[in-house]
């Protein structure tokens, strides 16, 4: 049954590969159809926490249940400001609560007893307040985007002088791009506030994205044994294992993780693995062959 399983699917990626081509395309229009909507609505790409845009973050670590949603309202109605409040889990178990508030130095304090008003007393071990200045947070910004940018032209850079071929190289690159694109929607969809350890994932992600599709390449363009789906069928044997290896340990990270920072790493690299796969075996392979038989036919 499951050799029938198998053999029939290999034989839909043969057949109807251009056909499969849809379904990553859709993928890509509706993340760029879900960040513009978020831009016209909310004048930004994607929320930021107080690291990229500044204020005063209370981390409380306490297993007591709260009401997230009721606790943001009634501290943003006693602060007159912008306030969020996140849940912190670990294993599907909650084990604190994150706030996040629009202020600086001198407002820490009144943000504290806001929230000691609201849920009782808290002890000094039980929490930690940091704040952020506006300036600082901003300069984060400039520099994470400008390190994202920067890596991602380096990686193109050194895809094309590795194949010395333009039209395959820029197949890599729009499969890596496609895979960031898609994430970064996730990302929007889900309300994720973005830290600049979230943006720095994305710079991880940009090296997990570019393996797999080297890989295939690589499989296809230098191989001789077999035929172009034959070497792409070998290529995704192994680039399977690795993206649900690695998927495998994000997934354990952002379950059991108790550090937002963690948490915020681990999603991203688990939705850009996810949609890594995607992009490489429908995106990158499709039209990697399609290039080769229109190329061997015109010959």
């Known amino acids: 049954m499951v050799g029938r399983i198998r053999d029939w699917l290999l034989y839909v990626y043969d057949v109807h590969y251009r056909k499969l081509l849809l379904f990553p395309l859709a993928i890509i229009i509706a993340s760029i159809a879900v960040i513009s909507y978020n831009y ?16 005063i973050t209370v981390t409380v670590f306490s297993g007591k249940d709260i009401d997230a949603d009721k606790l943001q309202s009634d501290l943003a109605s006693d602060l007159q400001r912008d306030v969020s409040v996140r849940i912190l889990s670990q294993a599907g178990s909650s084990v604190g609560f994150i706030v996040e508030a629009e202020g600086s130095e001198k407002d820490a304090s009144g943000v504290l007893e806001a929230l000691q008003s609201r849920i009782g007393q808290l002890d000094k071990k039980d929490y930690n307040v940091q704040v952020i200045g506006s300036s600082l947070s901003e300069s984060f910004l400039r520099e994470a985007l400008f390190s994202l940018i920067f890596a991602f032209v380096l990686m193109g850079i050194a895809v094309i002088v590795y194949f010395r071929a333009l039209i395959p190289s820029l197949f890599v690159i729009s499969a890596a791009f496609s895979d960031i694109l898609s994430t970064f929607a996730v990302i929007v969809l889900l ?31 230098k191989g001789k044994e077999g035929t172009v789906f034959q070497r792409t069928v070998g290529a995704m044997k192994t680039g399977l294992f ?43 392979a499709g039209v990697l062959r399609w290039y080769l038989e229109r190329k061997k036919v015109s010959a």
């Open 191 to 221: 309300n994720e506030r973005l830290s600049t350890a979230g943006l720095a994932a994305f710079l991880m992600l940009i090296g997990y994205s570019v393996d797999t599709d080297i890989l295939l390449t690589t499989r296809v363009l």
């Open 242 to 284: 690795m993206t649900l290896t690695a998927l495998a340990a994000t997934t354990i990270g952002l379950v059991f993780s108790q550090s937002e920072t963690i948490r915020q790493i681990m999603l991203v690299l688990s939705v850009g693995l996810v949609f890594d796969m995607i992009h490489t075996w429908f995106t990158n």
């Open 40 to 55: 016209a609505v909310t004048g930004e790409l994607f929320e930021k926490d107080v690291s990229l845009k500044g204020g």
